[in-house]
């Protein structure tokens, strides 16, 4: 299947070796790396695109706990090595068939006078941007360590604009702030209102992937890449140098990593181009983590879907059964002793409604929450109320509602929120994916809403990271695919467990329904979360007026019916889901035929147009077939956006459907206006549309005879 060409050679055109300086470049030569040691000894790096400084000179190294020498300087080289690497291989999902994973690469080994303690530093250089991790060969004065900051900069040339979220090591459900980086100080405080937990950060941090524009027009994202066994990082930022550097999530007792060599670091990455597309194209997260790890993967498959959830979200229904606190609280174990309410959503008979819904318009699953007791109990008096994935309530037969999806062709999706109490959910593991593959299930949504159990754990401290990757390892070894809402931000691991097929880790459509979001929210996120892997986003919203479903809730969906069908081609996802209900659906249905029809697999990708926090216009050509979709996202202002359609096989005929924002259309004050038009179109087409505010469009396009 793959195929592999690894070329070690001393390429002399790319790389200069003087003293204890180095240089690389990356294979089309338009980047540039500069390593070397300061006179005490001190590692900097810097970098350069197109002959344009992206990062000054920056120091590389670590502050250890207990211990007086620390790895920031008195080093020497002790050894260099450089490679090519050029290798294209298929991921069982995603934007693009083939992926090429083309660099340079220079390792430095290091030693440390007197400790002689060894640390290399290995950079690849891509031709769009920089990976580099340190790595801690096994080794005799350096066994195990405890990392107490990690020391790795990142200097910018100015004070650039930046799209941000605060440095919270809980939760990353933010909206994105645009300021320049002179402004995070004075912004910060206003950009965490409104979110839960309030002591939890990195007072000058922001999170990654962060998205950066200079003033001469340079787009950089800095971000990381296989997070794994290492605590999340945030950036702070130094204001008057304008130096980030890197802060890694403490754990509760503040400390940062637990070390044992041999053991390397996540990449650390710089992407940058002149050009917003590039940032969106780049595979660089994915191509720093190991090849999939799973041998057999004809199980994972991506997933359309729909649920019982945005009833939920809303507060239409309930996720508990009762609105009595039973069996923590009252010592009842028995929930078919208490008086059920009358809106506990994951009943069997609306989850057979949901299912036949889901058969007749050809969804894959159906996502039911709220299906297990005790949600009454963590949402009522016990935050510490931990769940055991596998006790349904009196309402919801598992294995009637499974052999009633089987006979309509449907899968259902399971739920485990975990009440953030990791090590009783690895406790329930086994048993929980057992009892999923007994009734049914292929794929779970793992969510870790509150504070996590262990008190005093962060989301993305290195132990609760290991949490989320042995879920997914587990799962593996279950056949069972994961979406992980509130887990630690992704990283590119889906290359190597591709049964990772979703997380949420930002702020997703249920903040629509808490209020609302920016409406160029969706201009922001590919630029940022997702750097790192597809987000279970849910969009397909048609029903702005939140209150129209729950009266209490005065929410309002702040996008257009347009926008909300752009979504399944602009937020790559091989799992998307229809979050609106049936008979929001119903009221639209010629609107609903682009979610039906969209494709979630695919074979190529094209970024059209691209501007972060204004407008993303990407092209996507259906995996195994010769249809189309295309999808544009506008922010603020009202654009028309032209697209020349050359990406079409040359002499070939096919047919659009373009689904378009009404002109008088706009997110808040008349979101439900689209207009739908069929056109004949050729790779020789031009096409333009008005998106409006909070809007844009979403086309497909097949060919005919
Ligand atoms: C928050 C998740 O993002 C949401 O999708 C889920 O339904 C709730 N937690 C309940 O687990
Ligand atoms: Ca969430």
Redesign the pocket.
């Given at each position: 299947m793959k195929s592999l060409f690894i070329v070690h050679i001393i390429f002399l055109l790319s790389l200069y070796n003087y003293g204890n300086a180095q240089e690389l470049k990356s294979p089309n030569g338009e980047f540039e790396m500069k390593f070397s040691l300061e006179d005490d000894g001190r590692p900097t790096y810097q970098l350069s695109y197109k002959d344009q400084e992206v990062i000054k000179p920056s120091y590389l190294g670590f502050e250890l706990k207990d211990d007086d020498t620390s790895l920031v300087n008195n080093f020497k080289i002790s050894d260099t090595n450089t490679s090519t690497f050029d290798e294209t291989w298929q991921p069982v999902w995603g934007e693009e068939k083939d992926i090429r994973n083309h660099y340079n690469e220079l390792a430095v080994t290091l030693k440390q006078n007197k400790t002689n303690r060894i640390m290399r530093i290995r950079f690849r250089l891509f031709d769009e941007g920089l990976g580099f991790r340190y790595e801690f060969p096994k080794q005799e004065h350096l066994v195990y360590f405890v990392i107490k900051d990690e020391k790795s900069q990142f200097a910018m040339t100015g004070d650039h604009t930046a799209f941000w979220i605060p440095g919270d090591y809980d939760t990353q459900e933010y909206d994105y702030t645009k300021s320049k980086l002179s402004e995070i100080n004075e912004k910060f405080d206003n950009a965490v209102t409104g979110n839960a937990s309030q002591e939890q950060f990195s007072k000058t941090g922001v999170q990654t992937a962060l998205m950066l524009k200079t003033d001469a027009g340079l787009y950089i994202n800095l971000h990381e890449a296989a997070l794994l066994n290492y605590p999340c990082m945030h950036l702070n930022l130094d204001e008057d140098t304008m130096v980030f550097e890197s802060w890694l999530t403490p754990d509760v007792n503040g400390d940062k990593g637990y070390m044992q060599a041999p053991c390397n670091s996540p990449w650390r990455t710089i992407i940058a181009s002149d050009d917003a597309r590039d940032i969106l194209k780049s595979k660089i997260t994915l191509n720093l983590n190991e090849p999939c790890a799973i041998e057999d993967t004809s199980w994972i498959t991506p997933v359309k879907y729909i649920g019982v959830?945005w009833e939920m979200?809303t507060g239409k229904s309930s996720w508990s059964y009762t609105d009595e606190l039973p069996a923590v609280q009252l010592g009842i174990t028995d929930y078919s002793k208490v008086k059920p309410n009358d809106t506990h959503a994951a009943n069997n008979t609306k989850v057979k409604r949901y299912i036949d819904f889901a058969a007749k318009h050809g969804f894959d699953g159906v996502l039911v929450?709220g299906w297990n007791e005790g949600w009454e109990d963590w949402f009522g008096k016990s935050k510490d109320y931990v769940f055991d994935f596998v006790t349904p309530y009196p309402d919801f037969d598992v294995d009637e509602i499974h052999k009633y999806a089987k006979s309509k062709g449907v899968k259902m999706i399971m739920h485990h929120?975990t009440s953030g109490a990791t090590r009783n959910y690895e406790r329930h593991m086994e048993k929980a994916y057992q009892f999923m593959k007994d009734n049914g299930y292929d794929a779970v949504k793992s969510?870790y809403?509150g504070n996590i159990i262990p008190r005093g754990e962060h989301h993305y401290s290195q132990y609760i990271v290991n949490h989320y990757q042995y879920a997914i390892e587990k799962a593996a070894d279950y056949e069972v695919m994961v979406n992980a809402?509130?887990a630690v931000r992704p990283t590119g691991i889906c290359r190597t467990y591709p049964n990772l097929i979703g997380n949420?880790s930002a702020r997703?459509t249920?903040f629509q329904a808490f209020g609302g979001s920016k409406p160029n929210h969706v201009t922001v996120l590919p630029f940022t979360r997702l750097i790192g892997g597809p987000m279970d986003y849910t969009p397909g919203i048609f029903e702005m007026d939140i209150s129209k479903l729950n009266p209490d809730n005065n929410s309002h969906v702040n996008s257009t019916i347009a926008n909300q069908l752009a979504l399944y081609v602009t937020m790559y996802s091989p799992l998307q889901m229809a979050a609106d209900l049936p008979e929001h659906y119903e009221q639209f249905m010629d609107a609903f035929q682009f979610i039906k029809d969209v494709a979630i697999d695919w074979d190529k990708s094209i970024y059209l147009e691209a501007e972060p926090g204004a407008y993303i216009t990407v092209a996507r050509k259906e995996k195994g077939s010769n249809s189309w979709f295309v999808g544009n996202v506008n922010g603020t202002t009202p654009r028309t956006s032209t697209i020349k359609l050359d990406f079409l096989d040359e002499g070939k005929k096919y047919e659009a459907i373009i689904y378009a924002d009404a002109k008088d259309a706009h997110y808040k004050t008349n979101p439900q206006a689209y207009k739908i038009k069929t056109k004949k179109v050729t790779s020789r087409s031009k096409l333009s549309h008005l998106s409006v505010p909070g809007g844009g469009y979403a086309i497909s396009i097949k060919e005919v005879n």
């Open positions: 959830w979200i929450e929120e969510g809403v809402h509130e949420e997703g249920e």
